[in-house]
């Protein structure tokens, strides 16, 4: 029988495969390549989907966002807060995501990966019934949240891997 760890467990190793096809041997040029001059780059859409993973596991988990706690932050040198996670950035601000290599946005991934799947090995099915954010009404529980967190990383996964096979075809 599967457990509940087991099963987000896989959900979370597809988003980081997803993740790899997507960067694997690109340029810096490629990775910053927006569709048009308002689109997300796959640097940004790979950054934000990391950022959100690491801040939702990190406060589910009562744990340092890698972000901050492992360098990430100051190896980035974003020009924004080193707590911004990408949601309702400008279009100013997403082309400011511009690493020189996919290998900064594969390690920090991989980091992230790391921790939420450490976090995940200890869940059981009693834990997803503990409400981890009361801001909402209904409150959100440990189950949604993860789920949620699941969603919006393999959307935007999706959306750089469907930038690169774009790029591949120019």
């Known amino acids: 029988m599967t457990t509940t760890a087991e ?67 100051d190896r980035f040198a974003l020009p924004f807060p080193s707590a911004e996670i990408g949601y309702g950035q400008s279009s100013d601000e997403v082309a400011a995501v511009r690493p020189d290599s996919p290998d900064l946005l594969v390690g920090y991934h991989d980091a992230v990966h790391e921790q939420t799947v450490g976090y995940l090995r200890g869940l059981t099915d009693k834990d997803l019934d503990t409400i981890v954010d009361e801001a909402w009404d209904p409150p959100v529980t440990l189950a949604v949240r993860l789920v949620s967190v699941v969603s919006d990383d393999l959307q935007h996964a999706g959306q750089a891997a469907f930038i690169r096979g774009v790029l591949e075809r120019r």
């Open 7 to 73: 099963l987000l467990t896989d959900a979370f190793d597809r988003i980081r495969q997803i993740v790899h096809q997507s960067v694997r041997s690109l340029t810096a040029k490629d990775l910053a390549a927006r569709l048009d001059d308002e689109a997300n780059s796959i640097a940004w859409l790979v950054w934000h989907l990391t950022r959100v993973q690491d801040d939702h596991i990190a406060g589910v988990a009562g744990l340092d966002q890698v972000w901050t706690a492992d360098g990430w932050a």
